[in-house]
Every structure is written in C-alpha cells, then in structure tokens.
C-alpha cells in the first residue's frame, strides 16, 4: 500500500515537472544548483569561520588572563590597586581595536574565593555564579548564559596567589558570522540573478531552434509539405533541423510525385475509356461496312437462287459459298482482335508467337521472339497482363518508333518474369515526358506492372531506339491458387 501512495506521488510530481516548459526546467534546474551550491558553501563557511574566530578568541583570552595575572602579581599587596587593574583590563581589552567583549574578570584567591571582580552591565553575577559549564575547550570551559554564550579562559597569578578569570562573550564571533553570512547570501543572491540571465539567454539559443522545429512539425501536418526551418548551429539541433529539412523535401517531392501520378493515371483512365469507345467505333464500323455488306449479299443470294438457270446454279451456289467464307474470316479477325482464344487454350507463349506473326505482317517489322524458363502455365490473369503489355508496346513500335527491327525476350528465373521489348527507332527522352498524350500505352504498361508488384524500367535516348524491361514476380502459392484458372 505505500508502494502504491509513493507512486502516485511521483506520478503526480511527474505530471507537474512534465507539464512545464524546457525554459522553466533549465531555469528551475540553474536555480536549484546555484541555491544549493550557496547553502553548502554559507555553511562550510560559518562552520570554518566560526572555530577560527572562536580559537583566535580563546588565545586572545589567553594572552588577557596572563596579562591580568602579571599585572596582579606586581600589586597583590594593596587591594585598590587589584581592584583597578581587574576593571582597567576588562574596559581596555572590550573596545573595538582588539575586537573582543569581555564579560567578566574575576580574580580567585587560593581558597577560589573571590579577591577582585568586573563585569560588564548586562552581566547576572549570582546567574554566573549558580550557572554550570556546558562544554569544555581546549583552554577553559563554556557556558550558556541568559544573555549569550560565554567562553572562560584561565591564568595563574605567580607566586600562588589565585587565578585570574576572563569571560569571553561570543557576541563578536556571532556578529562577524552574521556578517560574514548576509556576505555570502548578498552574493548568492546576485549569482542566482547572473545565472538565470545567463541561463535564460542559454535556453532561448537552446529553445528557439526547437520551437521552430514544432511549429514546422504542425504546419507539416497542416499539408505545408515544403515547409524548411532555419539552421541555428552547428551542433545536434542543428543537425536536427538539417534532417527535418531533408525530410519535408522528400515529402514534398513524393506529395508532387503521387500529384503527377495520379493526373497521369486520370489521363490514363481517360485514354483508356476513349481507346474503348474507339475500339467499338472501329468494330461497329467493321461490322457495317465487310461483314453487314456480306450478309446482305447472301442474303440477296439466296433469295435469287430459285431464279437462276439450273446450268448457272453451281456457280451462284459458289459465290454464296465464298460471301460465308469471308464473313466468318471477318469474324474471326474481330473476336481475335478483341481476344485470342489461343492465349486460354494453349498459353502464353503460343498466344505471342502468333501475334507476333500477324504483326510483321501488317506493320513488316521484323520481330525477334525468344523464351526462356516458361514451360508451365502461369495464371490466367498474369498471362492476359503479360500479353496486353507485349501487345502495348509493339504496338508503340508501329505507331511511333519508326523502326525496322524489334525483339521481344521473356526470361523466368528465381521467380521473377521478365520482359524486354527493344527497338531500333528513333527513341526519345524518358526523363522529359515519359507518359504523354502519345504514350498512353507507357503509362497503360506502368499500371500493369504495378497491380503486380513489378516494375517499369524505360531506356532510351534520341535516335538510340528504346528498351522497355518489365520485371514482375511470381505470385506465392497462396495467391497463386486463388489466381488458376478453374479445372
């Protein structure tokens, strides 16, 4: 249960220390060190200072007492005379030019009967007298008093005479402490304010860097990506905000990227709509203008076949034959152009091969067609990419490339699909405007390749050709099987 309390406590102690600003802690931490450090110091000091003065006081009263004593033993034999020099010695050695305050001096006979004495007003002679010792010194005893702490220090008279007494009041050493501490506090006081100057001065330069790093923070949350912060020094802080700097410069190269990315992918989106329409333009036109004029002919044939000559009938019958002929070749071109159906019954590479063929024939390019390491089926959706995106780009070497030579490489190895397209054409600057309105296809690649977590790799130069490498990987087994075509 007190474990419990104590860490409450120090939690709540930490909610309010955390709570404060780095300017308060330092300026809190400076101040605590400087307060500290003055205390231990005020009290090494009055510790030091108050046995020195105390055992200087005790050998000046000393020198006193035998002082005293001699001067006794040269007028024991007449009282007066005793009497003065006990009150001449008492008054003398009072005064401010020696810095002590006598009490008392008492001059015991032998018996300890008092022969002589002097006191000062404020002195209780049967107070002094009833009061026992409180402590010892090396060189009398001390007392505490009524009216302040007394240390009594004694000599013989010569000849046995008696003792002489002399009662020293601590009054002066406590003055010269009280001084000596009000010296110290005086100055501790104008260090505390040096410091926290000091310390304020050192923790704005400290701070301000890192409020500007928390204001730069917010604003970069706000979306002010390119947000930059000055550079203070040249120590960690500065370096700090190097980094941050860096940091809010990629961030805004990569929020001006994904811009670009998605204006490209909208323009694809659009192309790609716009190629559709204009496909089915094209197939409609197709179908109106070849395979519509054949089925009119046979259908114009066959209604003026029971109108001919049986000698001509073979002969209308042939027509007929070829009119069905040719609008089934024209059919067939349309459903291969929309989708070979070699690709999903003998594959990939047979689907290609076959394109490939047709293509030197239209467009007479010659194309190099190699494969390595394909030999199983791939999944279905795979292999359409695989075979739009070699479509696409050969298609960008007919429309664009002027060239008279390409190659087409599909390489497998270490689970890694690679394609690369290559021409001898008149090439162009990647770095300048890699997907532009002409090359919708490029950009139709990219997708492609990215909803496969492959890569688009584009080489090219004016008048150099271009190199297209496509670098996709195979899909785990998992996903694999998610992807097959159903048995």
Do not use: C
Not at 127 to 135: A, D, F, I, Q, S
Not at 203 to 217: E, S
Not at 384 to 392: A, F, G, H
């Amino acid at each position: 249960m007190e474990r419990i309390r104590q860490s409450a406590l120090f939690q709540r102690f930490w909610d309010f220390a955390g709570a404060a600003s780095i300017r308060v802690k330092v300026l809190g931490i400076v101040l605590g060190v400087i307060v500290l450090l003055g205390t231990f110091i005020m009290l090494q000091m009055r510790t030091a200072v108050y046995q020195t003065l105390t055992a200087e006081m005790e050998h000046q009263g000393v020198a006193i007492a035998r002082a005293a004593a001699g001067e006794i033993d040269q007028v024991s034999g007449e009282p007066e005379l005793v009497d003065h020099v006990v009150r001449r010695n008492r008054l003398h050695y009072s005064s401010a030019e020696h810095n002590t305050l006598i009490d008392y001096i008492i001059f015991d006979g032998p018996n300890n009967a008092p022969i002589s004495e002097s006191y000062a007003d404020y002195v209780d002679p049967a107070t002094l007298h009833t009061t026992p010792p409180v402590g010892a010194t090396l060189i009398g005893l001390r007392y505490s008093l009524p009216w302040g702490d007394v240390t009594e220090v004694r000599a013989d008279v010569p000849g046995g005479l008696g003792i002489v007494r002399v009662g020293l009041s601590d009054a002066n050493v406590q003055a010269n402490l009280t001084t000596m501490t009000l010296q110290i506090v005086s100055i501790t006081l104008v260090m505390i304010g040096v410091g926290l100057a000091a310390a304020y001065f050192l923790t704005w330069i400290l701070t301000r860097p890192i409020f500007d790093l928390v204001n730069a923070t917010e604003a970069v949350g706000r979306g002010e990506l390119g947000r930059q912060v000055p550079r203070w020094a040249n120590d960690e802080i500065g370096d700090l905000a190097v980094s941050f700097n860096a940091m809010t410069r990629a961030l805004a190269q990569a929020d001006r990227e994904r811009a670009e990315r998605e204006a490209l992918r909208e323009k694809y989106i659009r192309g790609v709509i716009q190629a559709q329409e204009d496909e089915r333009k094209r197939i409609a036109r197709e179908l109106h203008d070849s395979t519509s004029q054949s089925l009119t002919s046979l259908l114009v044939g066959l209604r003026n076949l029971g109108e001919v000559a049986p000698d001509t009938l073979d002969s209308q019958i042939e027509d007929i034959r070829r009119v069905v002929s040719g609008t089934l070749d024209e059919v067939h071109a349309l459903a291969w152009q929309l989708r070979p159906s070699v690709l999903d019954d003998l594959g990939l590479v047979v689907a290609l091969g076959r394109y490939i063929a047709d293509f030197e024939r239209r467009y007479s390019i010659q194309v190099d067609f190699t494969v390595h390491g394909l030999d199983d089926r791939l999944p279905v959706t795979l292999e359409t990419s695989l075979y739009r995106m070699t479509q696409e780009g050969l298609t960008n070497v007919a429309r664009h490339a002027q060239a008279h030579h390409a190659s087409v490489l599909i390489d497998q190895r270490n689970n890694i699909i690679r394609i690369i397209i290559e021409d001898d054409g008149v090439g162009f600057n990647p770095d300048a405007h890699p997907f532009g309105e002409k090359n919708l296809g490029l950009q139709g690649i990219r997708e492609r390749t990215q909803l496969f977590g492959g890569k688009l790799t584009i080489e090219s130069q004016p008048g150099q050709g271009t190199s297209l490498f496509i670098e996709i990987p195979l899909p785990n087994t998992a996903a694999r099987t998610e992807l097959e075509r159903p048995s």
